[in-house]
């Protein structure tokens, strides 16, 4: 009897496994597992990645008190209020905690984070269904990929491609010259999918990292990677030899005819036209607006005086923190000079005062240029608020002023380089004239305008310095300073052994 309960029970599992074995065979498991798991995962660590960050923040509001309290109306920093809006405004709180108090200590800050995950589920479940989309292409392009795959990237119509995980021992007849076959464009497809696939979950793990990850999210970067596949097939139609555009035009050329098989440049051509989201239409547009004559013209004169300065011009920022704060969506000097210290320091792995030194040192920089910048921290001006020390502080020595005048009012090769493009020439005042003058010129006239005696200096400069300092992104950054420095206390200010300022 026992025998023969096992044997139906064998049997029922048989029953039911076998219908689910054959659909995973006939629908390519692999693929659809790969096409539910991508969105789910990047679900799912989006969640997690709340509740680790709504602890960091709690841990910042106890470590650093005076932030909650701050300026003479003791409200909350604004900077700390945009980090708590961030991750807790959507959550719905009965009879109980107030968004804008402080975060709960012990049980309450628990109950809190059950709450963001219960709640979170629902969330999940329509951001999951935004997804349907993305699931349907990735699984369609995978499909796509294996076959280019099984046949060697020459046909996806071998006799084989529909095989799971093997090779094809039968080789994919090569289409007639001349003619564009289909499994030639599913090959390339697939390949510019594989690029835009990567392209999507890089750019997919960039959102999570700054939490920024919605339903027009998944929308978008699904329309991307149908686009990009599409586009690159497209191209490979009207262009099979992508050298062509570039060779001589002669009496009597012909444009290029498919030869059946794809060459090796599209094989490595078409993943790199998906892997960034517009290549592919960037590319045909690059090819074809100098046959067309109503496209409006840029105006490239100035792209050699424009560059974006690097973060790498801040002391602390190498090749692999610069990649870091990429992922936090700043990628060059003046996003980390606008960049709030607090969400940065949230967001990433930097530590509070690392965060605020960078951006201190980053608006200076952009303010100044970054000539002037490296200039300056060699003479110890690091950042905007050792500046602001340095020529606005009480009791400053007004011959400080006239030292830092050289290099605030100092030409440069880039100032030289836009008037010499722009045909640019600025005029100065002298004895009454009005006459044109050389950059170095002004330069030094401005010099000369603000004044020769210290006095006069002082007063000019600590306008220049007010006015400079006067940027939004630089008072937060002071604001945050201040409370910060109210909650380390008075004995931070100095060693117990080291005379106070008035001491003679």
């Not at 392009?141 to 996806?156: E, K, S």
Request: net charge negative.
């Amino acid at each position: 009897m026992e025998g023969a309960g096992a044997a139906s029970d064998i049997a029922t599992y048989g029953y039911l496994l076998g219908p689910l074995l054959y659909a995973w065979d006939q629908i390519n498991g692999w693929a659809l597992l790969i096409a539910i798991l991508t969105p789910a995962l990047i679900i799912f660590s989006r969640q997690e990645i709340r509740v680790k960050r709504v602890r960091q923040i709690y841990d910042f509001e106890h470590t650093f008190g005076s932030i909650l309290e701050s300026g003479k109306d003791r409200r909350i920093n604004p900077s700390l209020e945009f980090v708590r809006s961030k991750y807790l405004s959507d959550i719905d709180f009965e009879n109980g905690w107030d968004p804008r108090s402080p975060l709960p200590i012990g049980q309450p800050l628990a109950e809190l984070l059950i709450k963001i995950r219960r709640q979170g589920l629902r969330r999940d479940l329509r951001l999951f269904l935004s997804a349907i989309g993305l699931i349907l292409i990735v699984y369609v392009g995978f499909v796509a990929l294996m076959a280019a795959v099984r046949c060697g990237f020459h046909n996806a119509t071998c006799t084989c491609a529909t095989i799971a995980f093997s090779p094809c021992p039968a080789a994919a007849a090569p289409a007639e010259e001349g003619t564009l076959s289909y499994g030639n464009l599913i090959v390339i497809g697939a390949l510019a999918f594989a690029g835009a696939y990567v392209g999507a979950v890089r750019n997919f793990l960039r959102n999570l990292a700054v939490y920024d990850l919605s339903s027009f999210t998944f929308l978008k970067y699904s329309c991307e990677v149908l686009a990009a596949s599409v586009f690159a097939m497209i191209a490979f139609a009207a262009l099979p030899n992508p050298f062509w555009l570039f060779e001589p035009l002669s009496d009597g050329a012909q444009a290029p005819q498919h030869a059946g098989q794809i060459s090796s440049v599209w094989i490595a051509l078409a993943p790199i036209l998906g892997l960034t989201p517009r290549s592919a239409t960037q590319f045909l547009y690059t090819k074809t607006r100098n046959l067309i004559s109503w496209f409006k013209s840029e105006d490239d004169r100035f792209e050699k005086v424009t560059h974006i300065t690097p973060m790498d011009v801040i002391d602390g920022i190498d090749f692999a923190t610069r990649f870091r704060l990429e992922d936090c969506g700043i990628y060059d000097v003046q996003n980390l000079a606008a960049a709030n210290p607090i969400m940065l320091h949230i967001e990433s792995p930097f530590g509070i005062y690392q965060c605020i030194d960078w951006v201190a040192q980053a608006q200076l920089c952009h303010i100044l240029g970054v000539e002037k910048f490296l200039m300056m921290r060699e003479l110890n001006i690091r950042t905007i608020f050792d500046l602001e020390r340095a020529i606005d502080s009480k009791g400053e020595p007004d011959e400080v002023d006239t030292l830092y005048a050289g290099i605030l009012f100092a030409a440069t090769n880039n100032l030289r380089a836009i008037a010499e493009i722009g045909n640019g020439h600025p005029m100065i005042i002298e004895d009454g004239k009005v006459s044109v003058a050389s950059i170095d010129d002004f330069c030094i006239w401005a010099r000369k305008v603000i004044g020769t005696s210290p006095e006069q200096t002082t007063k000019c400069i600590e306008h220049v310095m007010r006015w400079i300092g006067d940027d939004l992104h630089v008072r937060r950054r002071r604001l945050i300073w201040n409370d910060i420095s109210d909650s380390l206390g008075p004995r931070a200010v100095r060693l117990m052994d080291v005379k106070p300022e008035d001491t003679p």
